[in-house]
């Protein structure tokens, strides 16, 4: 059978950043920078995005379309031996992100409707922050948003890639463009908002350290989506006349720009109203429900917001999604439709632990951390630098001649900075993600 492609390079440039621009970007990106320096985590994690991100992508995308498989068959197509290995990581590191990453998303659901409803128009951030952890830690409600986030992204899936995954991205993502430009206008010019964007821009170099740096690069894949297979999903349905290098700095160039925009959002609301930058993970659903119940109309403000944050954490989890669904239908046989839902409803189980161990599961540990923070470090911490690595060393030693012509395919000529992409992916890639793997398994 003819592998499905996309249908505009619109469609597939939309679906790709769709995937990349998620919780990562507007909930994690901004207090990641509040609490490391501000323009300083900006620097670094810019260049580490235009250097390494970049390339990762660009392998990728390069073993996706020469493939035409999902991520495990496709190192099994193109080289076998113990490759697939690489892609089955990839697919067990979708597999588990997606399970505490749904439940974060359910939380983004329950506070779009909090917040029409009033109940987070309260101006105090330690009541706020009661109202948070009353919610995570309850034993159903969260479970009930986890249940229908999982719903929404199993509906979008089980619809196909063309008239599912990038028919969604194709409304959904202007709309989270506009969202976050009407919000961006609010917040820096709201009177002091100027210390924010200060922040964010005038780099601070006291607060940097070697974690700095290796958090800035888990940041950089999990945001870009790399190293769980998503990109070589989505590059498996390129069509050859695709020029897969520009794709993937509109990808990247897209990605950030999110990030950068949604810092510029939340850091000058959150100096104009006097909060801390570095309140950490509950900066989003703590600080800034208090920092909308000081604006005029800040209930709009605050759906607008969750809103903006819900479709953001859909087109990611789709993606997510999708690596595991095309494993199943097209070497397992399975059909779209019951590996979408069979394999949602598995993964809606494996989050069931994930939020029960924010309450009434919280002591039951697992070297030392909670059952949801086990996940997210198996996953970011471990799989995804392994799978970029692997992906890095693959394309660069073992496909390379054959990568250039792929890069070349839509126009046949080899780019001229395809040595420096050579350099990136045979050393450069993969000596800095076994220093973070290293470092994250807690060697130095
Ligand atoms: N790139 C996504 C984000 O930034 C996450 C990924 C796991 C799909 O939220």
Redesign the pocket.
Known sequence: MKREHWGSRLGFILAAAG???????????PYMAGENGGGAFLIIYLALVFTIGISVMLAEFVIGRMSEKNAIGAFAKLKGGLWPVVGFFGVAA?FI??SF?SVVAGWTISYMIKSLSGALAIEDPAALGNIFGDFISDPVSPLIYHAIFMALTVLVVLAGVGSGIERASKILMPALFALLIILIIRSVTLPGGEEGVAFLLAPDFSKVTWNTVSDALSQAF????LG?G?MITYGSYLSKKENIASSAGWVTLL?TAVAVMAGLLILPAVFAFGFDPSAGPGLTFITLPAVFAHMPMGSVFAFMFFLLLAI??LT??V??LEVVVAYFVDDRGVSRKTAAIVIGVIIFALGIPSSLSLGVMSDVTFFGKSFFDLMDFI?SNLLLPIGGLFISLFVGWVIWGKAKEEIAAHNGIVPAWISAWGLIVKFVAPVAIAFILLKGLGTF
């Open positions: 995937s990349a621009v998620g919780l990562g970007n507007i909930w994690k990106f979708a992100i997606l990453y999990f945001s870009l989506s769980m998503a990605d953001a954490a990611s989890a993606s997510i996953s």
